[in-house]
């Protein structure tokens, strides 16, 4: 869930426009989230609709990637959207807009279309910002119009039914970046560092990836493979010796470990596979605490050493 903390209802614009400018809404949320002094006052999608009526009408893409841009964002549009891609751009730390149909039934979806801020997500719902209320996601329509619509859920399962309409893969959406990116930090094997790296890529406890680092590598100056600090198994990669606990001992083992092109993309797969989830796999970043998040990596088959979670919650006192 991104603290998207700007909702802007489209039904109550000054304009005209209220009952179609749902595309200027959305953009308008995404625009504050990014560049949060960029528009002012709770009513602040219809100066920004002025702004796109300057280079065509509320439901040109193409004019919101022009008005985007003079507010300091860069926009993209696509017709080939899916549930992997809305997703990854959560990850990264940004909300999406998405284009659907909401007249008609679920399995008749129609209407002109419609636009909504994606700003959260778990494995049976997306968490919208719909800026014309709660829509009624089986029937189509909506339940309540200009209330209702600040980060409602919409079940993954009907709500993809009315966004990739023409097939799978083809769901409307526009993301949106910062014109001029952060310089990135430059990455420093400590557990500063380690842990500034995984915050940036996604990891709800960076502080326990550090503490991976500091047990694993030994404050990183051991590797099982190229610029793999974890241990982390796979090709291409080296041929190292190690322990795992296995029904109740500890027995010695050659294994491959993968190699990685730099200390920042080993953290980033780390978090990808473990942390996020993947392909099935509730991640870790699911845990409410530090204390859950390292007893999961434990039980969730990342560690086979029973003390692993003590271990851990042992370095990040040390050091945190």
Known sequence: MLPVKQYYPQ???ATVHGDRMCFSSTCAMAIKYIMPDALKG????DDYLRTVLKYGDTTSYTAHIKACADYGVKAGFSMKGTKHKLLAELGAGYPVATGIL???PVDA????GHWMLLVGA????????DPYGEMDNINGGYVTIGKGGQA???SWRNWLRRWEVEAPGHGWYMTFRPLKEAPKAVFTNDWK?????????????????AAQWALESGYGKHTSGKNNFFGIKGKPGSIHTTKEFVDGEWITIDDIFRDFDSPEACIETL????????KGYQGVNRAKSVEECVKLLQTEGYATDPTYPQKLLKLIKENN
Request: include cysteine; aromatic fraction near 14%; hydrophobic fraction near 30%.
């Open 11 to 13: 039904t109550d614009s």
């Open 42 to 45: 709770s009513n602040a999608d």
């Open 102 to 104: 909401h007249k008609g």
């Open 109 to 112: 979806p129609r209407g002109g």
């Open 122 to 129: 778990d494995a049976e719902y997306g968490i919208f910002h």
């Open 152 to 154: 409602v859920k919409y």
């Open 193 to 209: 560092g380690v842990k500034a790296a995984a915050k940036q890529c996604g990891a709800k406890f960076p502080e326990v990836v």
């Open 271 to 278: 978090i990808n596979l473990w942390y996020k989830d993947y």
